[in-house]
């Protein structure tokens, strides 16, 4: 499996540069033999991880509730529904014929109806529309020669709780008129019939003569959108096939073969301001790796669909939006981790999301200007880790002998022994191997000062923290000290071959199934020191 090199780089892995100390505490016998003692810490290193946190430009990093660090990614995934509530345009031209019912020459008084349907499906019903745009036009000719009072009503639809009237009068050459209302502000009551919520259009004929022909009305309804809308909305369906993420937080962070994580977590949440109830299926949510190849199908609870059930919102001002979510972990999901561990460059799924999935209520449904179904995806990796196969670091210390005891090498050959000190205080709740060596300035190794490997002296182990037993952290740190005493024959070796710096190298290896969390206040401490004796020349 693969893993994070942001483990080393953020948890495991800082550069230690212990700068030796020269001519501290150092103690000069005058007597004629001219014995010098010198002791002095060589230098001191503490880590922590939100020390590191705070250095790495990675917007992706966070650190939760517990103290946990959390690598977090989140998308938006928006369903449109702007169909849920459809006021279709609509154009029709009706002709009336008045001298079918009455006598040329004779009074007219009549009324003529049409029905304009509001509602695209037969299982919608609208109760009332605050309009927020849309335009009326309507175009009326009457025969020449006719002569009284013509009125064109639109009873449903209402500004400032008025119906809407036109009235024209009819004589001579006035015989063709037009009306244009915007409908912005207006408020529609529509009136119901079996599958149809309506409005009237009443043309009233009030002539005083009957002339031959025909009364011609076109008229149209076009934009027309509300601001908001109460009724029914029906059972409809809004799909989104092959939706897709780039997981770009995969990107970030780079990846090598020794760190796996211990879970993996995808939170699907939606919310809406909708006074719908929803059933939200996401399903063949498919993860790719940065080669495009198919790593595998999420399976959750056995499938490969997830259902979130999402409440209607709570009619206010302001509107009480409502909110479903879905946790996915390895507690539910048998492939989340594995998928995890494949680390996904993009994801394909298919969502479709239902509109009144148990019909219609006692409560009304609304809809107003937010017409989406705001989704989001939280993909989150906490920070527990295993490696895989030891995990090798290495911290440099500068421990020039010359510097130590002055320019001058002579005075360095006369050291007769040293004995440095390793005091390791660890809340890394893992073991650590450790070897130091001594390096010239290139970085060769010249020998390990923790002895020869062949007789398996040449590691130390640095005792792991120990976790509390209530919350699983390192409360206190864990020390661990290494006395070397170093001869002068393996001093004067050193400096033959231009000893410069001490290496530490360090490997972490977490035991079979053991995880280890990762926390923000895990510390790790090394304190050096040293003490030199032998006599210096007579000036």
């Not at 175009?139 to 024209?168: A, K, Q, R």
């Not at 990846?255 to 879970?263: G, P, Q, Y």
């Not at 009480?320 to 995890?340: L, Q, W, Y």
Request: proline share 4%.
């Amino acid at each position: 499996m693969k893993s994070m090199k942001f483990l080393k780089t953020g948890i495991l892995v800082i550069p230690i540069f212990l700068m030796g100390c020269q001519d501290d505490d150092i103690s000069v016998n005058t007597d004629s033999n001219r014995r010098i003692e010198i002791a002095a810490p060589a230098g001191d290193i503490t880590y922590q991880v939100a020390d590191l946190i705070r250095d790495i430009d990675n917007e992706y990093v966070f650190v939760d509730e517990e103290g946990l660090v959390n690598v977090k990614y989140t998308r938006d995934v928006d369903i449109d529904w702007e169909s849920l509530v459809n006021l279709r345009d609509f154009n029709d031209t009706w002709t009336y014929s008045p001298g079918l019912l009455f006598p040329i020459n004779s009074s007219v008084n009549v009324d003529y109806t049409e029905k304009v349907q509001l509602n695209h499906r037969a299982d919608v019903r609208y109760d009332s529309l605050n309009m927020e745009w849309g335009a009326l036009s309507a175009y009326l000719m009457v025969p020449y020669g006719t002569e009284g009072n013509i009125t064109i009503t639109i009873p449903e639809v209402l500004h400032d709780g008025v119906p809407l009237s036109y009235s024209f009068y009819a004589s001579g050459n006035q015989r063709i008129f037009q009306i244009t209302e915007d409908l912005s502000g207006k408020k529609v009551i529509p009136s119901q019939a079996v599958d149809s919520s309506y409005i009237s259009v009443v043309t009233s004929l009030d002539l005083s003569n009957m002339v031959a022909g025909d009364v011609v009305l076109e008229f149209s309804l076009v934009d027309m959108q509300p601001g908001m809308a109460f009724g029914y909305f029906g059972q409809q369906e809004s799909a989104r096939p092959d939706e897709e993420l780039t997981l770009d937080v995969f990107d970030e962070l780079e990846m090598d073969d020794e760190i796996e994580l211990f879970d993996f977590y995808i939170d699907l949440k939606v919310n809406s301001e909708i006074g719908v109830p929803f059933d939200v299926v996401a399903e063949n949510l498919r993860f790719y790796d940065e080669n495009n190849s198919l790593i595998d199908v999420l399976e959750v609870e056995n499938s490969n669909q997830i259902h979130l059930a999402l409440p209607s919102a709570v009619y206010g001002n302001p509107i009480g939006a409502s909110e479903t979510s879905f946790h996915i972990s390895k507690s539910n999901s048998a492939n989340i981790v594995e998928i995890a561990n494949s680390y996904p460059r993009r994801v394909l799924f298919d969502v479709t999301s239902f509109s009144n999935p148990d019909g219609e209520t006692q409560a009304s449904n609304f809809m107003g200007p937010s017409n989406v179904l705001q989704g989001e995806m939280d993909i989150v990796a906490p920070l527990w880790f295993r490696t895989s196969s030891d995990y090798l670091r290495t911290d440099t210390i500068d421990f020039d002998f010359n510097d130590i005891l002055g320019e001058d090498s002579d005075d360095a050959r006369e050291v007769e022994s040293a004995t440095i000190w390793f005091d390791f205080y660890s809340k890394i709740p893992v073991d650590i191997s450790s070897a130091a060596w001594v390096v010239d300035a290139e970085g060769n190794k010249i020998g390990n000062l923790f002895g020869d490997a062949e007789n398996g002296e040449s590691i130390h182990i640095v005792k792991a923290g120990v976790p509390d037993s209530e919350s699983g952290r390192v409360q206190n740190p864990t020390h661990t000290e290494f006395e070397i005493v170093v001869t002068q024959d393996q001093i004067n070796d050193y400096l033959d071959q231009n000893a410069m710096n001490i290496m530490l190298e360090t490997k972490f290896f977490t035991d079979g199934e053991e995880f280890v969390k990762i926390y923000d206040d895990m510390s790790f401490k090394a304190d050096v020191s040293f003490e030199a004796a032998g006599k210096m020349p007579s000036f």
